[in-house]
């Protein structure tokens, strides 16, 4: 069974930063997205950043100049890089893994929290 291993996150002060990772065990498929999203109280999670195997990104406009993502395709782990931090991007951050079309994984989700 494909496992989504987190780490990361924390308490950061408004213009800080912070790094999450991922690693996804017994993925088979070589072509998938790894990605990034985030759910804050009652709001619906949203996509903050995903990214495929051939490198091509996608940002939310909310962290683009901000957020930067990258995969380790031999290692089956993606990196999220968060900088100048506000308190709008306290969320719970899910890694999502998906293969083919039809196929979603999601990790158990790491608490950021953006306050002075």
């Known amino acids: 069974q494909v496992q989504l291993v987190e780490s990361g996150g924390g308490l950061v002060q408004p213009g800080g930063s912070l790094r999450l990772s991922c690693a996804a065990h017994r993925i088979i498929s070589a072509w998938y997205r790894m990605g990034w999203y985030r759910q804050a109280p009652g709001n619906q999670r949203e996509l903050v950043a995903e990214i495929t195997t051939g490198g091509m990104s996608n940002y939310a406009n909310s962290v683009k100049g901000r957020f930067t993502i990258s995969v380790d395709n031999s290692k089956k782990m993606v990196d999220l890089q968060m900088n100048s931090l506000k308190p709008e991007d306290t969320a719970r951050y899910f890694c999502?893994?998906?293969?083919?079309?039809?196929?979603?994984?999601w990790g158990q989700g790491t608490q950021v929290t953006v306050s002075s």
């Open positions: 999502n893994v998906k293969v083919g079309s039809n196929t979603a994984y």
